[in-house]
């Protein structure tokens, strides 16, 4: 690493760059950046001049944008926040900075510079890598070059030496009271949500919507704010990297750490000052809820008092992602009653086989109950599914795809993926046997010359199970076209319904009845008002 950014003032000026996702909402989010948001109110309330550029809501290309950003005065840190999903765009914003601010400091941090800092050097032009949390790497950056004294050595951080090495310094996660006073940080009140909800709306296209419920319906998910009051996951599902995020920044098992039933309450209230407008908070932990909880009763009776005191509104309604195996009659009804409308549960798949290979095993037996109890609750349910595994049988797919079927008509909503995506840092990611049944994309990084081979599938070991998804796969694609150019927006029940329809002369090739086509059809057609005629979307493919 070389000498420190030339300093042009007292203190460094800090940007601070979101995951870019051209796709807008496919793979991050259509929100604005809450982790870097939350650095940047943990760096501005020590002084330190921050900014941040959210590339996803420009009304330029997001490429000039930042170069005007970057031209509008010198810079000395650079922070880029990536993802395995973004990061061929999150490179590309890097380049930018590089060519444009040559002298200034610049800084990977997030999910896939945390798990793969080698990889992060060979195709970025990164200076440093924050490991795990930013906000003490970050401010012990700040403080290295307003002392004039070099970057190397902070705790938290991954470096190159001289001879090409990779250095890495662990770090342990932030303890409870690090992590409340980070969140309440959190600038809320400069998050641009309205510029958020304006571009939903218009995608959306309220006016168009049929009825004054629907539109209401939509406004209320539309008009979201998303808070984080856990550090992380701790279940260990095999396909999932967020899990391992801190322990991989600490070289060793991370404590939980979250906010207390006040403390949300706080924040719901800071929220709601800065966004009045606002229908609906979204908890963005990877689970709110846990076996042995403490917090949701009294969160929901403190809810409940606030609406009636009038500290935030009656209306105001909440969506969180919850283990199911935590769920209860009376967690039900006291989440109902405080306004909880979704319920989000990584179900992830409905066969026992499939479960145990995820490291759910222990979720199935509570699965038909919970669902059952929360749509009597008057609860949606919100399931995400992976339709196969690596080591899946073509009766697990069929019977994921029956009971996905079956929970839909009885409505719940569902986002559906056909297979487990290597993520980096996730077990199944890094089991070698599962190389072979891994595929990869060729990634270029616009503007260079850099390119290289992105894990981005692993599909079943069984010859036959993994033909069936490919061929599912392309026929979704198929059919998602046409769709798209019609509709204005498809939502994950949409998509389900898709990815349903279009398993079904693929499965029954090979002797698995699904449902019937005619009725998956009309299903899909009953929640598309915007479509012109059925003859605009093709037959089910089975090529």
Not at 22 to 51: D, I, M, N, Q
Not at 247 to 271: F, Y
Not at 473 to 479: D, Y
Request: a neutral charge; charged letters at 20%; aromatic letters at 8%.
């Amino acid at each position: 690493m070389g000498q420190p950014p030339r300093m042009t003032s007292g203190s460094p000026r800090v940007l601070l760059i979101g995951p870019y996702d051209p796709h807008c909402g496919e793979y991050t989010f259509l929100a604005p950046p809450l982790g870097v948001w939350r650095l940047a109110g943990v760096l501005e309330s020590s002084g330190v001049e921050t900014k941040v550029f959210d590339p996803n809501c420009c009304r330029e290309p997001p490429q000039r944008a930042l170069e005007r950003e970057l031209l509008g005065g010198p810079w000395n840190i650079v922070g880029v926040s990536t993802t395995g999903m973004t990061l061929r765009f999150d490179l590309e914003l890097a380049h930018i900075v590089r060519r444009v601010r040559p002298e200034a400091l610049i800084v990977a941090g997030g999910m896939e510079a945390t798990f793969r800092p080698d990889l992060m050097f060979e195709l970025g032009p990164f200076d440093l890598i924050v490991l795990g949390e930013g906000e003490r790497p970050l401010l012990e950056l700040v403080a290295r070059l307003r002392a004039g004294q070099p970057a190397g050595g902070i705790a938290g951080t991954a470096s190159r030496s001289k001879d090409g090495n990779i250095v890495s310094i662990p770090q342990r996660a932030l303890n409870r009271g690090e992590l409340r006073d980070a969140i309440y940080s959190t600038p809320y009140d400069e998050m641009p949500y309205s510029a958020y909800w304006e571009r939903l709306e218009s995608a959306y296209r309220i006016g168009a919507l049929p009825s004054k419920a629907a539109r209401e319906a939509h406004l209320a998910e539309i008009r979201s704010v998303r808070l984080i009051t856990l550090n992380y996951c701790p279940m260990g599902c095999t396909f999932c990297s967020a899990t391992n995020f801190l322990h991989e920044a600490e070289g060793s098992v991370a404590s939980i750490a979250r906010l207390e039933a006040d403390e949300c309450l706080t924040m719901i209230e800071r929220i709601m000052a800065a966004h009045p407008r606002a229908r609906t908070i979204i908890f963005q932990d990877d689970i709110f809820t846990f076996t042995r909880d403490r917090r949701i009763l009294p969160l929901c009776e403190g809810i409940i008092a606030a609406k009636q005191n009038g500290r935030i509104p009656a209306h105001l309604q909440f969506i969180s992602t919850n283990r199911i195996d935590a769920m209860s009659a009376e967690r039900l009804t006291a989440m109902r009653r405080a306004g909880f409308r979704v319920l989000g549960f990584g179900i992830e798949n409905f066969s026992p086989r499939v479960l145990a290979e995820f490291n759910k095993a222990q979720i199935h037996r509570h699965i038909e109950p919970m669902l059952s109890a929360a749509l009597a609750s008057g609860i949606t349910p919100f399931l995400d599914l992976i339709l196969s595994s690596p080591h899946a049988a073509l009766e697990d797919v069929a019977q994921t795809l029956r009971e996905a079927y079956r929970w839909l008509r009885q409505g719940c909503e569902i986002g559906m993926y056909p297979y487990v995506i290597p993520f980096s840092g996730a077990m199944l990611a890094k089991d070698p046997s599962l190389l072979p049944h891994t595929h990869y994309a060729r990634r270029h990084v616009a503007g260079t010359d850099i390119a290289w081979q992105q894990p981005v599938k692993i599909l079943p070991m069984d010859p036959d199970v993994a033909d069936a998804i490919l061929r599912m796969e392309r026929s979704f694609e198929s059919m998602l076209g046409p769709l798209e150019r019609q509709v204005a927006h498809l939502p994950s029940r949409l998509r389900s319904l898709l990815w349903i329809l279009s398993s079904l002369p693929i499965m029954a090739e090979r002797g698995q009845y699904i449902a019937d086509e005619s009725e998956v059809r009309g299903e899909l057609y009953a929640r598309l008002p915007g479509l012109r005629t059925e003859a605009a979307m093709p037959a089910a493919a089975t090529a």
